[in-house]
């Protein structure tokens, strides 16, 4: 007991230390002002206190549990065994489904707009959840895939007046299209060269699309873009964010119903054998180029789909909506909901974008508590909030049907 | 007697160099059909390398190493990449097991399917009626691999969850996954206590007789060896120094030096 | 002639800074194999810190080169304390871990920290103190190069310098190259691998600090943001010269120094970093080992 206070102590002390720079003074070189914030250093002291016996708690924790694991326990929550129950999963999607559909009619337009950004990052990432989740490529420039998504609505519609539904696909293949040229360089890097990489492509995306103005109308980007058609009706502000959130469901569905496919199929679980071991999948057969190639194509396809919608949502599109950041938010939404787990991803959208979206005064430290949980979770949970559920199958064994290939 | 048998592996002269070093030196090898071969030597003389050169991770600087399926033509194996040598029929294990840990024992399995298995990305979203009837077979055919080794009942944990005796037999399923005619085991028996390693010798002798799949196993275990292998193969050093019956590495006194101090149970 | 020269030693002096943060990426890559992705915050943190001391003492009266040294010294002292931090709160729980978790949990504190001192400061560029007097006897070369670049040349010089020296001559030295060489092998023979992991950090965060503390009293201003891509731009050099190389990464820094500064001169500005980043994917694609790396083989 002594000892943990001893040790709190030390830490806050630590912590007083390293942020008095940072958190009490305040310069401002430019009015030739000092700001002495004496009080932060308090709060500082207090809350590193309570954070170290938190985190010693959690490690703790943490330990006991793989100890359990170890000894062959059970480790899943009751959320976990839950979930793993089918029938429970098919009502609860029933409920679920219901409320999305009435909730445009509950709710007003307001309302239907967050919501609607909300499913666009569900979409985006359950998109990077294939590439990052299950095949483990870290990709950290995916918001490129959006933004060329987004620019292609934008540029087809500006130059050849093209509509949403027809670019909507179009904009998922050059995602595509994008996805499988960006990733033959990259084809032979190891995982972290990889996730530098792509970072790099998401921030040269970036600048092309400022600086190319004969195309991208650089930095002030392309306004007055067109909002969905209804079988060319036109529609006040209210019915059409009506109109783009159904859109919006539907998609997801649709997204939810590949992904899901995708992932219990033979491509989905070579993707994840790579993910865990790449010489051993090699050399049970599996081609790593193709495999590679595939998983970051399909991810991009949806990054691109969902941009179109985005471009279709806001009718304005600039550079600006692309930044490193973008990537960052939804690279957190995979890693916090659960890597390679449909739901989790899912559920990490609504936590991290309508958190802060109804906690107003939190907001601004959304990114800090962002980057924050990115690292707890590593540490304490790195299967996320749902880990990946454990797929089980039919079959009759020797007794049955002995037709062995 | 052995020239009658149909020769399935043949590896003649083959090097590796790593920078200055040379791991395998010239070493000529080869398999039969239904023989289980054995590749013994010290810690460090090239076993794992060249094993490595065989299944395509690394590229051999020197030598053949030819492939004979039955009734097909040959082929040479150097510098194919490893899932092109595992989809020609040779299969393997890892020394330090490489499963899939987060994936359930019956997954792992169903891995090794996948090259004999065809349903691309838009049959899979689709799944037809020929996905489905194709996926129903991979499980089926897995698990019935599964009862070969005796881990069925362990089909639906996590693998990192197995003992570790049980994760070097659902490697070697996960490798006969592959429909291969030749299996390479790469110390199968590593870290196994007696009882293990007897179901070991049992399973390895009936992959041989009951499924016609010719092995080749790196081990260290040499009770294991004696008694299930003919004929044996003996490097140090990177260089192949004997060949031959169990009786005859017995009374091989290069074989008995090298392995001085070594083992005391050759 | 004379801007071939002026962009000879623009980029001299650019590719220097880069050299100096690269140094920490590569020395914590060739001991844990872990792109510190927060290593470019490390840096902002020191140009920051610095800049609160060139603040405070300048608003107090207090001016000259004398100020730079000790706004200096005491940013080299609060990066340290970070990297030291860094590594022990993010990095240190995950060792064993799969591959892409201390990375994430890398990207995770880069975000962190830039939020944090965003949050705890400004938004805003806040202009850096000017420190550094004209040399008068840099008169007559003043229109190729300047004394600030002088004052940068010449203190990564002699910061690499010991840099060189700890390493190849002292005990702890020794200990690093052990460590990086075979962290088990070196745990075997008693050298204490935790703390030559921790004096890594300590080592490549005072290092960055300086490059922050340069680069901030030359380009003249500072806000939370400069750490990113400065971090970005010395993983490159880190990358191009071969990661886990010293000489790699100075000699990186300086290659790519001097082609964005010839770039920006004799083609165009606009496209700098899409340069930058054009010969990071072209060095990883034609050969990551870099210039000076050996291509390592994965034990199987």
């Given at each position: 007991?002594?000892?943990?206070?001893?040790?709190?102590?030390?830490?806050?002390?630590?912590?007083?230390?390293?942020?008095?720079?940072?958190?009490?003074?305040?310069?401002?070189?430019?009015?030739?002002?000092?700001?002495?914030?004496?009080?932060?250093?308090?709060?500082?002291?207090?809350?590193?206190?309570?954070?170290?016996?938190?985190?010693?708690?959690?490690?703790?924790?943490?330990?006991?549990?793989?100890?359990?694991?170890?000894?062959?326990?059970?480790?899943?929550?009751?959320?976990?065994?839950?979930?793993?129950?089918?029938?429970?999963?098919?009502?609860?999607?029933?409920?679920?489904?219901?409320?999305?559909?009435?909730?445009?009619?509950?709710?007003?337009?307001?309302?239907?707009?967050?919501?609607?950004?909300?499913?666009?990052?569900?979409?985006?990432?359950?998109?990077?959840?294939?590439?990052?989740?299950?095949?483990?490529?870290?990709?950290?420039?995916?918001?490129?895939?959006?933004?060329?998504?987004?620019?292609?609505?934008?540029?087809?519609?500006?130059?050849?007046?093209?509509?949403?539904?027809?670019?909507?696909?179009?904009?998922?293949?050059?995602?595509?299209?994008?996805?499988?040229?960006?990733?033959?360089?990259?084809?032979?890097?190891?995982?972290?060269?990889?996730?530098?990489?792509?970072?790099?492509?998401?921030?040269?995306?970036?600048?092309?699309?400022?600086?190319?103005?004969?195309?991208?109308?650089?930095?002030?980007?392309?306004?007055?873009?067109?909002?969905?058609?209804?079988?060319?009706?036109?529609?006040?502000?209210?019915?059409?964010?009506?109109?783009?959130?159904y859109i919006m469901i539907a998609l997801v569905i649709f997204t939810i119903l590949v992904t899901n496919r995708l992932k219990n199929s033979r491509i989905g679980r070579a993707w994840i054998a790579m993910r865990e071991d790449e010489i051993a999948c090699v050399a049970m057969g599996i081609d790593m180029a193709r495999t590679k190639l595939s998983a970051y194509?399909?991810?991009?396809?949806?990054?691109?789909?969902?941009?179109?919608?985005?471009?279709?949502?806001?009718?304005?599109?600039?550079?600006?909506?692309?930044?490193?950041?973008?990537?960052?938010?939804?690279?957190?939404?995979?890693?916090?909901?659960?890597?390679?787990?449909?739901?989790?991803?899912?559920?990490?959208?609504?936590?991290?974008?309508?958190?802060?979206?109804?906690?107003r005064a939190f907001s601004e430290y959304r990114m800090l508590a962002f980057g924050a949980a990115m690292v707890i979770m590593m540490i304490f949970r790195p299967q996320g909030i749902i880990s990946n559920l454990r797929q089980t199958y039919q079959y009759k064994g020797l007794k049955g049907k002995t037709n062995n290939g | 007697m052995a020239d009658k048998k149909?020769?399935?592996?043949?590896?003649?002269?083959?090097?590796?160099?790593?920078?200055?070093?040379?791991?395998?030196?010239?070493?000529?090898?080869?398999?039969?059909?239904?023989?289980?071969?054995?590749?013994?030597?010290?810690?460090?003389?090239?076993?794992?390398?060249?094993?490595?050169?065989?299944?395509?991770?690394?590229?051999?600087?020197?030598?053949?190493?030819?492939?004979?399926?039955?009734?097909?033509?040959?082929?040479?194996?150097?510098?194919?990449?490893?899932?092109?040598?595992?989809?020609?029929?040779?299969?393997?294990?890892?020394?330090?097991?490489?499963?899939?840990?987060?994936?359930?024992?019956?997954?792992?399995?169903?891995?090794?399917?996948?090259?004999?298995?065809?349903?691309?990305?838009?049959?899979?979203?689709?799944?037809?009626?020929?996905?489905?009837?194709?996926?129903?077979?991979?499980?089926?055919?897995?698990?019935?691999?599964?009862?070969?080794?005796?881990?069925?009942?362990?089909?639906?944990?996590?693998?990192?969850?197995?003992?570790?005796?049980?994760?070097?037999?659902?490697?070697?399923?996960?490798?006969?996954?592959?429909?291969?005619?030749?299996?390479?085991?790469?110390?199968?028996?590593?870290?196994?206590?007696?009882?293990?390693?007897?179901?070991?010798?049992?399973?390895?002798?009936?992959?041989?007789?009951?499924?016609?799949?010719?092995?080749?196993?790196?081990?260290?275990?040499?009770?294991?060896?004696?008694?299930?292998?003919?004929?044996?193969?003996?490097?140090?050093?990177?260089?192949?120094?004997?060949?031959?019956?169990?009786?005859?590495?017995?009374?091989?006194?290069?074989?008995?030096?090298?392995?001085?101090?070594?083992?005391?149970?050759? | 002639?004379?801007?071939?020269?002026?962009?000879?030693?623009?980029?001299?002096?650019?590719?220097?800074?880069?050299?100096?943060?690269?140094?920490?990426?590569?020395?914590?890559?060739?001991?844990?194999?872990?792109?510190?992705?927060?290593?470019?915050?490390?840096?902002?943190?020191?140009?920051?810190?610095?800049?609160?001391?060139?603040?405070?003492?300048?608003?107090?009266?207090?001016?000259?080169?004398?100020?730079?040294?000790?706004?200096?010294?005491?940013?080299?002292?609060?990066?340290?304390?970070?990297?030291?931090?860094?590594?022990?709160?993010?990095?240190?729980?995950?060792?064993?871990?799969?591959?892409?978790?201390?990375?994430?949990?890398?990207?995770?504190?880069?975000?962190?920290?830039?939020?944090?001192?965003?949050?705890?400061?400004?938004?805003?560029?806040?202009?850096?103190?000017?420190?550094?007097?004209?040399?008068?006897?840099?008169?007559?070369?003043?229109?190729?190069?300047?004394?600030?670049?002088?004052?940068?040349?010449?203190?990564?010089?002699?910061?690499?310098?010991?840099?060189?020296?700890?390493?190849?001559?002292?005990?702890?030295?020794?200990?690093?190259?052990?460590?990086?060489?075979?962290?088990?092998?070196?745990?075997?023979?008693?050298?204490?691998?935790?703390?030559?992991?921790?004096?890594?950090?300590?080592?490549?965060?005072?290092?960055?600090?300086?490059?922050?503390?340069?680069?901030?009293?030359?380009?003249?201003?500072?806000?939370?943001?400069?750490?990113?891509?400065?971090?970005?731009?010395?993983?490159?050099?880190?990358?191009?010269?071969?990661?886990?190389?010293?000489?790699?990464?100075?000699?990186?820094?300086?290659?790519?120094?001097?082609?964005?500064?010839?770039?920006?001169?004799?083609?165009?500005?606009?496209?700098?970093?899409?340069?930058?980043?054009?010969?990071?994917?072209?060095?990883?694609?034609?050969?990551?080992?870099?210039?000076?790396?050996?291509?390592?083989?994965?034990?199987?």
């Amino acid at each position: 007991m002594l000892q943990n206070l001893k040790q709190s102590l030390i830490v806050s002390l630590w912590f007083v230390f390293l942020t008095f720079p940072l958190m009490v003074i305040r310069v401002n070189t430019m009015d030739q002002v000092v700001v002495w914030r004496w009080m932060n250093m308090l709060w500082v002291a207090l809350a590193s206190f309570i954070l170290s016996y938190l985190w010693r708690y959690m490690l703790t924790r943490q330990q006991m549990r793989k100890a359990v694991a170890e000894e062959g326990g059970e480790t899943r929550s009751k959320l976990q065994l839950l979930l793993e129950d089918m029938s429970f999963r098919y009502k609860a999607m029933g409920v679920l489904l219901l409320a999305a559909l009435i909730f445009p009619q509950v709710f007003d337009t307001y309302q239907s707009t967050i919501m609607i950004s909300a499913l666009i990052y569900v979409v985006l990432g359950l998109g990077l959840n294939i590439s990052v989740g299950l095949a483990g490529l870290l990709d950290l420039g995916y918001v490129a895939f959006f933004g060329v998504g987004a620019y292609s609505y934008a540029l087809l519609n500006h130059h050849f007046d093209l509509g949403f539904w027809i670019t909507l696909p179009i904009g998922g293949i050059i995602g595509c299209l994008f996805g499988v040229v960006l990733g033959f360089p990259i084809l032979r890097l190891r995982g972290d060269y990889l996730a530098i990489v792509t970072l790099g492509f998401g921030m040269i995306f970036k600048v092309v699309m400022e600086n190319w103005s004969s195309l991208s109308f650089g930095p002030s980007g392309i306004a007055n873009i067109d909002k969905p058609s209804f079988f060319g009706m036109d529609l006040s502000l209210a019915d059409s964010t009506i109109y783009i959130y159904y859109i919006m469901i539907a998609l997801v569905i649709f997204t939810i119903l590949v992904t899901n496919r995708l992932k219990n199929s033979r491509i989905g679980r070579a993707w994840i054998a790579m993910r865990e071991d790449e010489i051993a999948c090699v050399a049970m057969g599996i081609d790593m180029a193709r495999t590679k190639l595939s998983a970051y194509a399909l991810g991009a396809f949806w990054a691109g789909m969902v941009g179109v919608l985005f471009a279709s949502k806001t009718t304005f599109i600039n550079p600006a909506s692309f930044t490193f950041m973008e990537s960052a938010i939804i690279l957190s939404i995979v890693v916090l909901g659960g890597m390679g787990s449909i739901l989790g991803v899912i559920l990490g959208a609504f936590i991290l974008i309508l958190l802060p979206e109804y906690m107003r005064a939190f907001s601004e430290y959304r990114m800090l508590a962002f980057g924050a949980a990115m690292v707890i979770m590593m540490i304490f949970r790195p299967q996320g909030i749902i880990s990946n559920l454990r797929q089980t199958y039919q079959y009759k064994g020797l007794k049955g049907k002995t037709n062995n290939g | 007697m052995a020239d009658k048998k149909h020769k399935l592996l043949e590896v003649k002269g083959l090097t590796m160099d790593f920078g200055g070093l040379r791991a395998v030196d010239s070493v000529s090898l080869e398999v039969h059909e239904g023989e289980i071969a054995a590749l013994i030597g010290p810690n460090g003389a090239g076993k794992t390398t060249f094993f490595n050169c065989v299944t395509g991770i690394y590229n051999p600087t020197k030598g053949d190493i030819l492939l004979h399926p039955k009734g097909l033509e040959t082929r040479r194996l150097n510098g194919l990449k490893p899932n092109k040598v595992t989809e020609m029929g040779l299969a393997r294990t890892f020394q330090n097991i490489r499963l899939f840990p987060d994936m359930t024992v019956l997954e792992n399995v169903m891995i090794g399917r996948h090259c004999r298995t065809k349903a691309g990305i838009f049959r899979a979203i689709l799944r037809d009626k020929g996905v489905r009837e194709e996926e129903q077979l991979i499980v089926e055919s897995s698990y019935q691999l599964l009862e070969k080794v005796g881990l069925e009942d362990f089909a639906n944990e996590f693998s990192k969850n197995l003992p570790y005796g049980a994760q070097r037999r659902l490697e070697i399923a996960r490798a006969m996954a592959t429909d291969p005619f030749l299996l390479l085991l790469d110390e199968p028996a590593a870290g196994m206590n007696p009882q293990e390693t007897a179901d070991l010798d049992q399973l390895i002798r009936k992959i041989s007789e009951e499924e016609k799949i010719a092995i080749l196993l790196i081990e260290h275990d040499m009770k294991l060896v004696m008694h299930i292998s003919n004929p044996i193969y003996v490097m140090e050093y990177g260089k192949k120094i004997a060949e031959g019956s169990p009786q005859e590495i017995k009374d091989n006194p290069k074989v008995v030096e090298a392995y001085l101090g070594e083992e005391t149970d050759a | 002639m004379e801007y071939f020269l002026e962009l000879f030693f623009g980029g001299l002096t650019r590719g220097s800074i880069y050299a100096l943060i690269a140094l920490g990426y590569t020395m914590v890559y060739g001991i844990i194999q872990l792109i510190n992705f927060a290593h470019g915050e490390i840096y902002m943190i020191g140009a920051f810190v610095a800049l609160i001391v060139a603040g405070v003492c300048t608003i107090y009266g207090l001016s000259g080169i004398s100020i730079l040294i000790l706004a200096a010294i005491i940013a080299v002292i609060y990066a340290s304390a970070y990297g030291y931090t860094l590594e022990k709160v993010a990095y240190r729980p995950l060792r064993g871990a799969p591959r892409l978790s201390p990375l994430i949990s890398a990207i995770g504190m880069s975000i962190f920290l830039q939020n944090y001192v965003l949050l705890a400061q400004t938004p805003d560029f806040l202009p850096f103190p000017r420190l550094i007097p004209d040399f008068a006897f840099m008169e007559p070369v003043a229109h190729i190069i300047g004394s600030p670049e002088l004052v940068i040349l010449v203190t990564t010089m002699v910061t690499m310098i010991l840099l060189t020296l700890l390493i190849k001559k002292t005990k702890v030295g020794k200990a690093m190259r052990a460590t990086q060489q075979d962290m088990d092998m070196a745990r075997l023979v008693g050298v204490n691998v935790d703390r030559i992991i921790s004096l890594t950090f300590i080592i490549g965060s005072a290092l960055a600090a300086i490059g922050g503390v340069l680069v901030a009293s030359y380009i003249g201003q500072v806000n939370f943001y400069i750490g990113f891509l400065a971090g970005v731009k010395a993983f490159t050099a880190a990358v191009l010269g071969g990661i886990g190389s010293i000489p790699g990464a100075v000699l990186g820094g300086l290659v790519l120094g001097w082609a964005e500064s010839f770039a920006a001169g004799y083609i165009s500005s606009d496209y700098e970093d899409v340069f930058t980043f054009g010969l990071l994917v072209l060095i990883l694609t034609l050969r990551p080992a870099g210039i000076l790396g050996k291509a390592r083989k994965q034990k199987v």
